[in-house]
């Protein structure tokens, strides 16, 4: 398992950006962590070697990346997979049939799918509850429970879970609590101060920062649950390419400026677009008008990029999509660029549509991810896309 460096707690955020978990290359003294591209490692003799045998179980650049963002998010040991879905995989298979799995309804559809498509039918249950209300998560443990599972702020409807409040549930009834933290990022969100056990981020989106990898990470402070995920992420051997750690862990060096930058964004074309009577809904925390607005003040140090408006008109919504030049057009999110989708039939196609319509995402429903352009050019952009979506 991988554990950050005993100094790597020592330092503020930014700092910890740049330089956790990393260590001069001893070769050269190459400034940035080799992408060591190798399958296996030379040993002196039978049980001789250097702490490397065989790279699905090690890597350097891998273990760099795992121990940069378990420093970042307060833990103390960190797991890298192929993607974030492999990272839910691993955290699926500690538990066994019969167990059974509350979950937040809202929640990435891909998530969603793995849940009901493929562990349901190897005996895990699940219940998916909204979890803006701490007493429908406490109302659906029954004596089969072993973990509760959110997002927060989820996708796409940016509904917020009380994490303190959940985490007293779960610490009360001895329950596994998983936070997917991909939107906040550890930036603006430490679920782990709030009781969560397990951290899970698809590095693909901010962490990364930057559209060119795929990967998920998981973090943790607890021992006994290191020793049993990295027990999983070798046997099951879900893990990312060097280089792909290696794209990432440079993307986390700017993740405090990016961050910074992709936020205020979101708060200014989130007013703006309040203003706009083309919108009939608009979900974004950093609004006062948000009904959790106090919570995301709470337990979040600021709101991020991530906007979801519905404009009330399938046929508008899909016209409006299609109109934007800065905002692209594409999967994903939390890229240095702008992007901009329709969750109804691309990241969320695979929840029943009676669900997605029981918590508002709409076929009228948009999604922003606001990235780091200027934002006088971004809120141009959709107002262009505005004036073609109503012809």
């Known amino acids: 398992m991988t554990r950050i460096l005993p100094h790597d707690h020592d330092h503020r955020f930014a700092t910890r950006s740049v330089h956790a978990g990393q260590v001069p290359e001893p070769l050269s003294g190459a400034v940035m962590t080799p992408i060591y591209q190798t399958s296996t490692y030379v040993q002196a003799g039978l049980g001789r ?7 699905r179980t090690q890597n350097p650049t891998r273990e760099a990346l795992e121990r940069n963002v378990a420093s970042l998010e307060g833990g103390t040991h960190g797991f890298a997979f192929g993607s974030g879905l492999a990272a839910l995989d ?30 349901a039918g190897l005996g895990l249950q699940f219940t998916f509850v909204d979890m803006r209300d701490v007493a429908n998560v406490e ?29 007293d549930v779960t610490q009360a009834r001895g329950l596994l609590f998983v936070v997917d933290n991909t939107f906040a990022t550890p930036f603006f969100q430490r679920p782990l101060e709030s009781a969560a056990d397990v951290i899970l981020h698809s590095t693909t989106k901010y962490l990364n920062g930057h559209s060119d990898m795929v990967g998920g990470l ?17 046997a099951a051997g879900g893990v990312p390419g060097p280089m792909d750690c290696w794209l990432a862990l440079r993307g986390l060096k700017t993740l405090p400026l990016r961050m910074r930058q992709h936020d205020a964004n979101g708060r200014r074309i989130a007013e703006w677009l309040a203003g706009r009577s083309e919108v009939t809904k608009i979900y974004y925390p950093g609004l006062p008008s948000h009904p959790q607005h106090e919570l995301a003040c709470r337990q979040m140090s600021g709101f991020g990029g991530m906007i979801s408006l519905d404009l009330g008109d399938a046929a508008r919504a899909r016209r409006f999509v299609e109109s934007t030049r800065i905002f692209a057009l594409a999967e994903s999110l939390g890229g240095v660029e702008s992007l901009i989708g329709h969750p109804a039939s691309m990241t969320h196609a695979s929840v029943p549509p009676a669900m997605r319509e029981e918590m508002g995402l ?7 991810s606001c990235g780091v ?3 006088e050019d971004l809120i141009g ?11």
């Open 218 to 234: 998981l973090v943790t402070s607890r021992d006994d649950l290191a020793e049993r995920l990295g027990f999983i992420q070798n």
């Open 139 to 167: 109302r659906a443990v029954t004596a089969a429970t072993r973990m509760v599972y959110c997002e927060t702020p989820t996708n796409p409807m940016m509904n917020l879970a009380d994490l303190a409040a959940v985490g």
């Open 90 to 119: 691993a955290v699926l298979k500690l538990l066994r049939g019969g167990d059974h799995v509350v979950c937040g309804e809202n929640v990435y559809g891909g998530t969603h799918r793995l849940m009901n498509q493929i562990y």
């Open 381 to 391: 952009d959709l107002d262009r896309a505005f004036v073609a979506s109503g012809r």
């Open 49 to 55: 070697h250097k702490g490397y045998e065989y790279a």
């Open 362 to 368: 709409t076929d009228s429903l948009v999604r922003l």
């Open 373 to 375: 352009e200027d934002t």
